[in-house]
């Protein structure tokens, strides 16, 4: 194994040339996806300065407004609770039914020269899950209990789940694994807050430990001597396991309230990985290699 105290310079020297090239490619492509994945950083700051702003709001006017409410009770009234009815959608789940029809049916662009609506959240909870295929998988819970209670509406609730999938299994869907290639070019400039947190802390550990949020597509295994360089396809890569997980989380969400064996996600659809190449899987087939990942090294999973 690689020396623990090895220089940032030898560090990057053990990442093949190939990878470097995608990287530095990368790095300077100005679409959207490319911009994204490469400036965690940026989304970092940003979310912080939100969360900064949403404080001073609760503190300057949420508080005192709140207190406002006992001497106009009527101005804050709120909408009666609903009695309970089986087999039914109180009027706060219908309109969340009626958003979540919107943004799925709704076409946009998630391809490698496209933008998601804003809709679609790629900033919340970063660096780790600022990315929009997060807003796609946890969409999903909310229609699994739904169709449990309105069966009727299954086939909305599929066609929802089959835009959610489609936007999955985009180029946008694995922004991270599609354009960050190698060790962050921008990760000795990590907040100091993530300093034994999110990246373990020490001087070694200062300009070559990448914070979770940054997947390194074609870094050197940290077991194995030798690496295979970039792998374009996300669901064959030996890593991701998060991305796969999801994927047959909403893919299983939406056979049991859909039930038909004959879908696109059943017999065949295609995922879009590096270069925008087009890989053809099955439901199964990711789950057989899903949990062939996770039963690797006698049940260990992944080193």
């Not at 780790?128 to 807003?135: A, E, I, Q, V």
């Not at 064959?236 to 879908?263: E, H, P, T, Y």
Request: aromatic share 14%; proline share 6%; with cysteine.
């Amino acid at each position: 194994m690689e020396d623990e105290n090895m220089e940032a310079d030898d560090f990057a020297q053990a990442i093949p040339p190939s990878v470097l090239q995608h990287q530095k490619r990368a790095v300077a492509d100005k679409r959207p996806a490319f911009e994204h994945g490469n400036n965690l950083n940026r989304i970092v700051y940003l979310e912080a300065f939100k969360a900064l702003r949403a404080n001073a709001y609760t503190t300057v006017i949420a508080k005192p407004l709140s207190s406002f409410k006992s001497f106009f009770p009527a101005a804050f009234r709120q909408e009666s609770s609903e009695a309970y009815e089986p087999n039914t959608l109180n009027l706060k789940s219908r309109g969340w039914l009626k958003h979540l029809w919107r943004k799925a049916t709704t076409e946009d662009d998630w391809s490698i020269d496209g933008d998601p609506l804003p809709w679609w959240d790629r900033w919340s909870s970063a660096p780790m899950l600022s990315f929009p295929r997060f807003d796609c998988s946890e969409s999903s819970y909310f229609l699994l209990l739904a169709g449990n209670r309105t069966p009727a509406w299954r086939e909305v609730y599929v066609e929802i789940l089959d835009g959610l999938l489609k936007r999955h299994v985009s180029f946008w869907g694995a922004v991270d694994w599609n354009t960050q290639f190698g060790n962050d070019p921008d990760n000795n400039n990590y907040p100091y807050l993530y300093k034994g947190t999110l990246i373990p802390s020490g001087e070694k550990f200062k300009t070559n430990y990448n914070a979770p949020g940054w997947t390194g597509n074609g870094l050197p295994h940290p077991v194995e001597e030798s690496s295979d360089g970039v792998c374009p396809d996300v669901l064959d890569a030996n890593a991701m396991l998060f991305f796969k997980g999801w994927l047959c989380l909403v893919m299983g969400i939406r056979q049991r309230l859909g039930g038909d064996k004959d879908s696109q996600w059943m017999t065949g659809f295609h995922v879009s990985g590096v270069n925008d190449i087009k890989f053809k899987w099955n439901f199964q087939k990711l789950a057989h290699k899903l949990t062939s990942q996770f039963g690797m090294n006698n049940g260990a999973g992944l080193n």
